[in-house]
């Protein structure tokens, strides 16, 4: 199973006034692909179960891998330094993650109120009566509920 992946760690952002202060460190994994990686493979001894065994693992040192380069010139040109919330993040899954959180939040409400109103006629049917809450914080929760996932989706 050597060799099947490569995996790359960076950080897009530093500021320039104080490089200590710096964006996360992300990783990436890729395919590890022989025509441009096979100048990295390093052999080592190693030691397992007692005994000597030679692996050989990527490794690019002091070097740099062209394949790399590019990719993290992509993710570079993905990050928006405009958005603190988002600072040395890809921009792209940032905005697909914010999509899919208000998509969620829109099916919470809308199941919040498909549930209200079966539960509400199970209860008339069965003639269970909360006591516990008053009619109209019910109501109020239940409206609220509607009107922001009908927010939610303009």
Known sequence: MERQFVRGYFQLREFKS???????TFLYDRFYNPEVDERFVVEITVRERGRKVKIYPYWEGAGENPLDSFILYLL???DNPEIIEAIGHNQLL???DKAVKNEIKMM???LRGVADLELG????KQKIFTIARRFRDIRR???GAREKAALEEI
């Open 18 to 24: 104080d490089s200590a202060v710096r964006s996360p």
């Open 76 to 78: 570079s040109k993905c």
């Open 94 to 96: 940032y905005i697909a």
């Open 108 to 110: 919470k409400g809308l």
């Open 121 to 124: 006629s199970l209860s008339r």
């Open 141 to 143: 929760e239940t409206e």
